[in-house]
Each structure stands twice: as structure tokens, then as C-alpha cells.
């Protein structure tokens, strides 16, 4: 489809202020509704009735404005329909201070205090910073806004673009109010944040964009550049086709979709849309919120261009994530996309590092080791279904053999839903059973076969009944099958089973390498999900008890899975912490007594444990760990933050992580002699356990890079004694031992409970082990790649010879399920093996034995089976990698401070 940008006419005033009324209004978007509040409202006229009879007033006038610059986006295709408008105040270097405050439009239903008081916090503002003249000497991005129907396409981000480049070219600055939402948008574009403001106890952000302080980048641009003459309207840009598979509307550089504005949010309206000095509701409404802004990361945005030049936008290269383990980033060509991650030197090493890797395991290789165990996972091609609602095709709702059918969706309820309970069991078990006995479905026919196809693929990648190295190839064959019948993100309502649904898809992805499209789906979970108003504390006032808990988990698993994939990836969440809280946990009550109990209790009236405290206490610890990586690793403040402060910080949340091991209840915990005779129970405690300690590496391993692995400079305090010391040495101590700790434990459980052979038993899923156990070996390599004399309580640890030995075989054990052991492995090899090359030319700097060699507390049987060059099997052999081209600075922490998704991208 073509998009065209072109000056707004009287005769759009109409259409402009319905999309405007639209995308803001006072069901969704909380400005409105403080101005235009439901008590005030004419008698039967609706709140947004009357807010698009006023918003009409202020188009009308704002068309008659010389100083503003009303551009529309319309769409060829659809006759010229308008999908999209913004509205830039121009500069005026010569109005006087009243001509540049906001023409006040009464209108019935407005509360005109709350406005007033709009006014004046955003003109006291103005005035503060910029003097009596304000803003009338830059380009001011009054409002921005998508219809929601069309969101997705670019056409926010050419809006925006058209602005930036106007003021460019006049060598003016922008000027804006953004919420959390936005920010980190116009902070890619080289906007930076002048002082957060707060509205009515929304937090919005003024902001200024300095002449010549665009940030430009390099590589694969998101907007093509192509010569043309000078004009100024219109522009035509041929835009994507309605995507099938919406991003997620994480507004930051990280994505690879071009539109990165006018997404929606569910308090926040449909659009970006930017403050004036006095703006009308909405026009302060970011997008999806955000709970963090990551600048340690380089922006993606859009090269520079003359003014009017045609554009032409395209699909942002997605290769690198579609190539990628969905939870560890480690398949795939990591070149390609490294530009969105981490400081030069961050993109310097990960590039290096992957190139290694790929060497060592040759491209060749990998294609041809599918013959001998794991599945190759081609590019799914989606077959996407009609949306007109028709018959399934009975050829695609084949099913395996009754027994197998049963096992497998008993391996999907005992290993994968008790995880995330995000569907009604006893209905989607009735729903089951009915396919194979011909009876009514409980449940609309295209989701329920879908998910239960899902459940196979899930379920087979835990199942004893399938060979290691054919699960890949099952759960794709049960992957497909329900793409041919079913996909949530086309159809044209939302629906809580198309939630469901794209939940489902989005945790079978996670284990293939489909990273990119793991990602969307949960995006689009969220999205959905905020359309039904889950993200609320009560939808329906007469929904059922049962109703209510179903759909208090599904909200709630859209909130742990986009907890999940951020921490995994590396990026901020999408759903902001205020929403995410918003709404009540679900209570500690099974499926099996929705209908008869009310109170939440830890054990059931049988007396069994109840399976679904679990989720419950997980959601609440990945809380935390959002909280904690978003100021510990996402904040930029800590950049300049003495490393006092930081301990203090890193203290804090390590704090808020035991009070919350000390309120699960008991029978989740995990302890060595805990009974193994109830396998969900006890696979509970083992996965809780485990992110338990993988959230305290993440927080620790800071410490551990700032404190044990830097070497300090001679100093005075050395000649102290232990009484004269700093109280906060003794709480690093403290730290690095915890954080040791952590991953001895974290890689010994895994060791002990799993079947290496079937690659079975009570541990996390593969892929959340793979993660598992690769950062815990980077903190293993850590703690050998300290300082020449260590601290003493480092000798009191167990050697970590012996449990990297462990991670290896573990790792080994699952690279024949996933593609990304394997790199997993390739990578600690190379850095163990870089390592010791280091060390071998600075001996006196380190300390004197490596992993793998022989010391006096190291056994025949721990010294390094799988040492710097290790038996695997002759899989691996560094002689072909050249170390001396991976330029790692010992100094930069990297390889340690970032996830496996981010290293390995």
C-alpha cells in the first residue's frame, strides 16, 4: 500500500478529530477522562461524544493557524481514508507571550479546572526553561496520532520524521512532552529529557531535541534514502501491508519494525501524541508504556536526508532474531543485527565472539549435524487462515494415536502447564476429550484445535516417548498443523482464547528459532489482552468467580511472559510496572475448586499442594527481577553513580529477593533431601529454585565484575588491617561469595535431577537450562579469573573445576535437543581459552591455575574434562580459531554483565 503525506484542509477536520477522539479516549486514556470525567458529561452523551465535538472546535481553529503545520497521512488504497495526522507548531520568533498560550474552546462535559490546571503546570514549565517567548523559536510537536487500525505500517515514524527534518533543515530545535511510553523513541532520535513533569500523577517527560544533535546511524537504516527534487508535499512512501504478526509496542531502538509510534496502551490511548503548552486530553498520551529507558544501548533510528527527498521505507532486516534461540539468542547469523546492542566495545566483542564462533562450528557443520541428532527448524512458513469464520478443513485436524495423543498431553499439563496455568484445564480437558468422542466443544473449534496442537508441540519436547534428537521435528509437525488451521493475530476481534492462544505460541517458540516471531507473539498477548481490558482490576461486572481467576492469570501470564523474554533479551518490558500490578494476582485456588472455594491456601482441600501457587509466587519474583535489572543494568543515572551507591542499589534488591524466598509457601521450597514422590511438586521447587538463583546472579554479577575482576591499584587501604576496613568491603565479600555460590548450586541441581541421556526429569524447560547454565559458567569463570592473591573467603569456595565440568556435560546433554547448547558451548570454550592466554602473558596479575588444570584441591576427576580444549565428543577443535581476533579488554566486563541473548545475538 501507498501512504501519502500532505497539508491538512478544512475539509479534514472532521476525520482528524474522530481519529484523534479515537485513539484517546476516556475509556482508555486517562487525561481524557480527568478533563472530561462521567458525572459531567450531558445527559445521554458519552464522555467521548462530547470530547470529539470539542476536539473539532480545536481543529478547526488549529487549520486557521498560521503557525502550526497540520500534515495527514492518507492511504491510496483506501480512497484517500486519513490513517494518520500531526500537528507541529512552527516557530514564530515575533508572537508575543499571549499569542503563543493555547486558545481555550469551552465545550460541554469539560471540566475546565482540570484544564486550567494543565495549563498552567505545562506553561509554568515552559516559561522556566525557555523564558517568556517558550517555544516559539523551535519546532514543537503539539500531537501525534495513528489510527489503531492502521498502527504498525510506519506511518507514525514518517510523521515524526517529517517534523525532525523541517527543523533540521531551519536549524531550529524540537520540542516535546512525552510519556514513559515514548521517551525512549525521542531519546533515539537524540531528544533528552529536560525535567519530568507530573500530571495529574501521570509522569511525562518535556523534552528537546538540540540543532545538530540527531543521532545518525550507519548501518542497516530503517528508511532507504533515494534522490529526488526538493518539494514540500506531498511525499509518497509505500508502506507495508497490514503486518500479520504486529511487534510489540516497545518503544525503543531494539526492533527491528520501523513504526515505533502510535501503538496502543491501555490508559494511554492509541497514539504518540505530544504536549502543546496547553494541550487538549490525550495529546500527553504516550504509547505502550515503559518502564525503563536503555541507553546504555546505541539507537537505531533513520539517516539523515535533504528536505522533501522521497523516502522509501522498508522492513527492517529481522534475520539475525529469526535465526536466534527465542530464549538464549544463540543460533543463527549474529552479525547482522549486533548495531542494536551495548557500547562500541559491547558490539566490538559480540561480533567477534559470534564470528569465533561460527568458525568453530562451521555453518556446514551445523546443517549437517541434523542428520545425527537435532532437528533443523526451517523458516515456518505461516499458513494463515480466511477470517471469515469458516469450516476447519478436516485434513489439517489430524491427530496422533489416542495413547500418544494422551501422553503427550500429559507431559504438556504435568511439565508445562503447572508452569503457566493460563487456560481453564477442566475446560480445555473437556474440550479434548470431546474432539476424540464427537461431542459439543465447549470451546470455539479453530482455537481449541489449535491449542491443542500447540499442547502436542509443547508437550513432545518433554515426552520420554521421543528420542532427544526428533523433538525439534515432532513439535514442528504439531507447530504447523496449527498454523494451518488457526492464527490469533488475523482475526478481527480479540477474544480471551486468542490471548490464550498467542501465549501458547509464544512458549513453544521460545525452544525453536523462531526468536523474532517469539517476541511479536507476546507482544500481540499483551496487545490483545489490553483490548479485552484485562490489564484492569474488573472488565465485567458479571462475570463469574471462575471467569474472573482465568482471567486474572491470563493478564498475569502476559505479564510474566514479557518479563521472561526482556530479561532474556535484554530490553525493557513492555507492560509498564503500575499496570502490571494493576490488576490482583489470581488467587491459590486449582481449577478443580474454582467453583467451590474462594480463599487462597497453599494446599488444596485434598490436601495436596496447590499447583497453581507456583505461578503465582514466579510472577511475583520476575517483578522483582524487572524492577532490578531496569535501575541496576537499564538506568543511565548508574553510569555516573559512585560504586558505593551501586553496592547500596545491587544490597537493596538482593534484600527484596530473600523477603520474598521467606514468604513462598514451604512446600515450594527446594532442598537436597526434598521428597521426589510427587514429580509436578517437586519439579516446582527445582524451576523456582532455579530463577531464584539465576535473579541473584543478575543482580550480583555486577559486583562481581566492579570488584573482584578489575585489579585494584596499589593504595593505602591495602596496608590496613581487617578492623580498618570499609563496612561496605565486607559487604562485597558478601556478594561474591552469594553470587559464587549461585552458580555452583544453580549448575549441581541441574546436574543432579536431570537425565542426560533422555535429556529428562524435574528441571526448567531446555532452553531456560541452557540460560541457566550458561551464566552460571561465566560466573564460574569469573571466579578463576580473579586477582593473583585472592580474598580469603574465595578459597573457601568449591573449586570451580569440577562444576564447570558439569555445565559442559549439561551442555552437552542439551545440544541434542537445541541448536543452542551447542554455541553455548562454543562460546565458553573460546572465552575460557582467551582467558588463559591472557593470563599466560600476565602471570603475576592472576591467579595461578585455570579450569582445567591441575591445583591441589582439584581431583583426577575434576580436572577439566572439558577444559580450555576438552573432550566433546571431537566436536570441537580451537585450533581453527584464531584468539588474537577476539581484541577482549579485561577491563570491559561484557562477556559477564550481559545475558546469553545479548552475547550471543
Not at 79 to 90: D, H, P, S, Y
Amino acid at each position: 500500500m501507498t501512504v501519502q503525506l500532505r497539508i491538512a484542509t478544512d475539509a479534514d477536520a472532521e476525520a482528524i478529530a474522530t481519529l484523534a477522539a479515537d485513539a484517546f479516549h476516556p475509556d482508555t486514556d486517562t487525561i481524557s477522562r480527568r478533563l472530561f470525567p462521567q458525572h459531567l458529561q450531558p445527559a445521554n452523551c458519552a464522555a467521548g461524544d462530547t470530547l470529539r465535538l470539542w476536539r473539532l472546535a480545536r481543529k478547526s481553529i488549529k487549520l486557521t493557524d498560521k503557525r502550526i503545520k497540520l500534515i495527514v497521512a492518507v492511504d491510496d488504497d483506501l480512497r484517500g481514508q486519513i490513517v494518520g495526522f500531526a500537528l507541529w507548531e512552527i516557530p514564530a520568533p515575533n508572537a508575543s507571550d499571549s499569542e503563543l498560550l493555547p486558545s481555550a474552546v469551552s465545550s460541554p462535559g469539560l471540566d475546565e479546572g482540570a484544564f486550567e490546571e494543565m495549563q498552567r503546570i505545562l506553561v509554568n514549565h515552559v516559561r522556566k526553561h525557555f523564558g517568556d517567548q517558550g517555544t516559539s523559536n523551535m519546532w514543537h510537536l503539539d500531537h501525534l496520532a495513528v489510527d489503531p487500525r492502521h498502527q504498525r505500517r510506519g506511518i507514525g515514524k514518517l510523521l515524526l520524521n517529517w517534523g525532525i527534518e523541517k527543523a533540521k533543515h531551519d536549524g531550529r530545535d524540537c520540542y516535546l512532552v512525552a510519556t514513559p511510553a515514548g521517551k525512549s523513541l525521542y531519546e533515539s532520535v537524540g531528544f533528552r529529557t529536560l525535567q519530568e513533569l507530573s500530571i495529574f500523577d501521570v509522569p511525562h517527560y518535556s523534552m528537546i531535541l538540540n540543532r545538530g544533535n540527531h543521532v545518525r546511524r550507519t548501518t542497516r537504516p530503517l528508511i532507504a534514502q533515494t534522490s529526488g527534487p526538493r518539494s514540500e508535499l506531498p511525499v509518497s512512501h509505500p508502506l507495508h501491508p497490514a503486518a500479520p504478526h504486529p511487534p510489540p509496542a516497545l518503544l525503543s531502538p531494539f526492533q527491528s519494525s520501523p513504526d515505533r509510534v502510535a501503538q496502543t496502551s491501555a490508559n494511554q490511548g492509541n497514539a504518540v501524541n505530544q504536549t502543546p503548552v496547553a494541550p487538549p486530553p490525550g495529546d500527553i498520551a504516550g504509547s505502550q508504556p515503559s518502564t525503563g529507558t536503555p541507553t546504555s544501548f546505541p539507537n537505531a533510528v533513520a539517516p539523515e536526508r535533504a528536505p522533501g527527498s522521497t523516502l522509501s521505507l522498508t522492513s527492517a532486516p529481522t534475520s539475525g532474531l529469526k535465526n536466534a534461540d527465542a530464549m538464549t539468542g544463540l543460533v543463527g547469523d549474529h552479525t547482522a543485527n549486533v548495531e542494536y546492542f551495548g557500547s562500541s566495545s559491547a558490539i566490538s566483542f559480540m561480533r567477534q565472539i559470534n564470528t569465533a564462533i561460527d568458525t568453530l562450528l562451521g555453518r556446514s557443520q551445523v546443517a549437517a549435524h541434523s542428520g545425527s541428532g537435532v532437528a533443523q527448524l526451517s523458516q515456518t512458513s505461516i499458513e494463515a487462515v480466511p477470517i471469515d469464520g469458516g469450516v476447519v478443513d478436516p485434513m489439517t485436524c489430524t491427530l496422533p494415536s489416542r495413547a500418544f495423543a494422551d501422553g503427550l498431553m500429559q507431559d504438556y499439563y504435568r511439565l508445562v502447564w503447572v508452569i503457566l496455568p493460563i487456560h481453564d484445564w477442566l475446560v480445555f480437558e473437556k474440550g479434548y476429550r470431546a474432539i476424540w468422542l464427537g461431542e459439543p466443544l465447549p470451546l470455539p473449534e479453530k482455537e481449541l484445535y489449535y491449542m491443542v496442537n500447540l499442547a502436542f508441540a509443547l508437550g513432545s519436547q518433554f515426552s520420554d516417548k521421543v528420542s532427544p534428537g526428533k523433538r525439534n521435528e515432532l513439535g514442528q509437525t504439531f507447530w504447523k498443523r496449527a498454523q494451518a488451521l488457526y492464527d490469533p493475530r488475523l482475526q478481527p476481534t480479540a477474544t480471551l482464547g486468542g490471548v490464550q492462544c498467542l501465549l501458547m505460541m509464544g512458549l513453544f517458540l521460545q525452544g525453536t528459532s523462531e526468536s523474532h516471531q517469539c517476541w511479536m507473539a507476546i507482544g500481540s498477548a499483551v496487545r490483545m489482552a489490553q483490548s479485552l481490558g484485562l490489564h484492569m482490576a474488573s472488565t465485567v461486572s458479571n462475570e463469574s468467580f471462575r471467569e474472573l481467576e482465568i482471567s486474572r492469570r491470563v493478564w498475569h501470564g502476559c505479564v510474566s511472559m514479557d518479563r521472561i523474554l526482556s530479561m532474556t533479551f535484554g530490553r525493557p518490558s513492555m507492560i509498564a510496572n503500575w499496570m502490571s500490578v494493576a490488576v490482583p494476582l489470581p488467587r491459590m485456588i486449582d481449577d478443580d475448586y474454582l467453583d467451590t472455594q474462594t480463599t487462597s491456601s497453599s494446599t488444596r482441600p485434598d490436601g495436596e499442594a496447590t499447583k497453581v501457587s507456583f505461578f503465582i509466587e514466579s510472577t511475583t519474583l520476575y517483578e522483582i527481577v524487572n524492577d532490578s535489572l531496569l535501575e541496576i543494568y537499564m538506568n543511565p543515572e548508574n553510569k555516573s553513580t559512585e560504586d558505593d551507591v551501586k553496592l547500596l542499589t545491587v544490597v537493596h534488591h538482593d534484600s527484596r529477593l530473600s523477603k520474598w524466598l521467606s514468604s513462598i509457601p514451604e512446600n515450594l521450597l527446594y532442598s537436597v533431601s526434598s521428597s521426589a514422590e510427587d514429580f509436578i511438586l517437586q519439579r516446582q521447587r527445582i524451576v523456582l529454585r532455579a530463577r531464584y538463583l539465576h535473579a541473584r546472579i543478575l543482580f550480583l554479577r555486577p559486583i562481581v565484575a566492579e570488584y573482584h575482576l578489575k585489579q585494584p591499584k596499589p593504595s593505602r587501604a591495602q596496608l590496613l588491617g581487617f578492623e580498618d576496613r570499609a563496612l561496605s568491603q565486607g559487604i562485597v565479600d558478601e556478594c561474591l561469595t552469594l553470587c559464587f555460590r549461585a552458580a555452583h548450586e544453580t549448575i549441581d541441581m541441574i546436574y543432579t535431577h536431570l537425565d542426560r541421556e533422555t535429556v529428562t526429569g524435574p528441571t526448567p524447560a531446555w532452553w531456560f537450562s541452557v540460560l541457566f547454565v550458561y551464566q552460571a559458567a561465566t560466573v564460574l569463570l569469573a571466579q578463576r579469573f580473579g586477582p593473583s592473591e585472592p580474598r580469603a573467603f574465595v578459597s573457601s569456595l568449591a573449586d570451580p573445576g569440577a562444576t564447570w565440568d558439569k555445565a559442559m556435560q549439561l551442555l552437552k546433554a542439551y545440544s541434542q535437543v537445541g541448536e543452542s547448547a551447542r554455541r553455548c558451548i562454543a562460546a565458553l570454550e573460546i572465552l575460557s581459552a582467551k582467558f588463559q592466554h591472557h593470563t599466560s602473558q600476565n602471570p603475576a596479575q592472576y591467579a595461578s591455575t585455570w579450569i582445567g588444570e591441575t591445583n591441589s584441591n582439584t581431583t583426577q576427576e575434576s580436572r577439566g574434562q572439558y577444559g580450555v580444549l576438552g573432550d566433546l565428543g571431537g566436536d570441537l577443535d580451537l585450533s581453527g580459531v584464531n584468539l588474537n581476533d577476539i581484541q577482549l579488554n579485561v577491563d570491559d566486563m561484557v562477556w559477564l554483565n550481559t545475558s546469553a541473548g545479548d552475547v550471543l545475538f
